[in-house]
T-cell receptor, first 116, second 114 residues
Framework: NAGVTQTPKFQVLKTGQSMTLQCAQDMNHEYMSWYRQDPGMGLRLIHYSVGAGITDQGEVPNGYNVSRSTTEDFPLRLLSAAPSQTSVYFCASSYSGDTLVNSPLHFGNGTRLTVT | AQSVTQLDSQVPVFEEAPVELRCNYS??????LFWYVQYPNQGLQLLLKYLSGSTLVKGINGFEAEFNKSQTSFHLRKPSVHISDTAEYFCAVSDGTSYGKLTFGQGTILTVHP
């Protein structure tokens, strides 16, 4: 039972480079989301998806793109990395896209990204 | 709009002592409140949640929290902590709308000393 799997665990990028953070879940969850975690700021929602083919912006979407072609995968793309995107990124999923109230978020172990 | 404020960024405590981690929220509609825990180098796990009913909510690992609507608070407590409780704790709120999104607080680092 893998749950939510994020790859890579660590990544260093130079300013302007692009990369994709991978997220996969094997729980048949409808809802998937990306958060970034910065010291003293908690977790902030970047993008989320309520099902295959449906995505929407969260609190801090600028500089990030997402797509949801399958139920299992929800990659996060950085098109041109900036030092302000240095952070720890978490993917989270939930069984029911209807509400998070009765369906808690399941988190991956995170990707630590440094942009120099 | 909803927001969450965790009043302490760090809480040091000795083993077997009681602890309280404070959380205040603001929301213009009904709220659903959560506490998540993050152990070092891991993702977050749900500790407990308040949806409705009894204002005292019990969670895993001996933690409990009390919903106080008049004080707009949802403080987390444990009567006797262990070294293994050392972690970062996040309070979160949802307004429960369809495809609702969680708003997280800034986090409180609990360090339990022997």
């Amino acid at each position: 039972n893998a749950g939510v799997t994020q790859t890579p665990k660590f990544q260093v990028l130079k300013t302007g480079q692009s990369m994709t953070l991978q997220c996969a879940q094997d729980m048949n969850h409808e809802y998937m989301s990306w958060y970034r975690q910065d010291p003293g700021m908690g977790l902030r929602l970047i993008h989320y998806s309520v099902g295959a083919g449906i995505t929407d912006q969260g609190e801090v979407p600028n500089g990030y793109n997402v797509s949801r072609s399958t139920t299992e995968d929800f990659p996060l793309r950085l098109l041109s990395a900036a030092p302000s995107q240095t952070s720890v990124y978490f993917c989270a999923s939930s069984y029911s896209g209807d509400t998070l109230v009765n369906s808690p978020l399941h988190f991956g172990n995170g990707t630590r990204l440094t942009v120099t | 709009a909803q927001s969450v404020t965790q009043l302490d960024s760090q809480v040091p405590v000795f083993e077997e002592a009681p602890v309280e981690l404070r959380c205040n929220y603001s929301s213009s509609v009904s709220v659903y409140l959560f506490w998540y825990v993050q152990y070092p180098n891991q993702g977050l796990q749900l500790l407990l949640k308040y949806l409705s009913g009894s204002t005292l909510v019990k969670g895993i690992n001996g933690f409990e929290a009390e919903f106080n609507k008049s004080q707009t608070s949802f403080h987390l407590r444990k009567p006797s902590v262990h070294i293994s409780d050392t972690a970062e704790y996040f309070c979160a709120v949802s307004d429960g709308t369809s495809y609702g999104k969680l708003t997280f607080g800034q986090g409180t680092i609990l360090t339990v000393h022997p």
